[in-house]
């Protein structure tokens, strides 16, 4: 079945920068659109990136030119480079395909 799981998160001071990982399988990564969804503390999901199969990319507004989501098919590995980060990118983020997500990390962003 679907195995997604994202690497360590953390805590970063603002302006920093972070980068995810999301091992996948039981799926052929390659053939599939990838995204990357965050939840903030007491609110919904929001969805911040998608990488198509062939590598096109999309952003929601507030990470675009900040955040790159990149993807290593030979590994089955998803990435997010999050940089400049802020306060208001605390969240837990999930790497997803479709409805299926990971379990999730941590990452804070915090003086």
């Known amino acids: 079945q679907v195995q997604l799981v994202e690497s360590e998160g953390g805590l970063v001071q603002p302006g920093g920068s972070l980068r995810l990982s999301c091992a996948a399988s039981?799926?052929?990564?390659?053939?599939?659109?990838m995204s990357w969804v965050r939840q903030a503390p007491g609110k919904g999901l929001e969805w911040v990136a998608n990488?198509?199969?062939?590598?096109?990319?999309s952003y929601v507004d507030s990470v675009r030119g900040r955040f790159t989501i990149s993807r290593d098919n030979a590994k089955a590995t998803l990435y997010l480079q999050m940089n400049s980060l802020k306060p208001e990118d605390t969240a837990v983020y999930y790497c997803?395909?479709?409805?299926?997500r990971g379990q999730g990390t941590q990452v804070t962003v915090s003086s």
């Open positions: 990488i198509s199969s062939g590598g096109s990319t």
């Open positions: 039981g799926f052929a990564f390659s053939l599939y659109r």
């Open positions: 997803a395909k479709s409805s299926a």
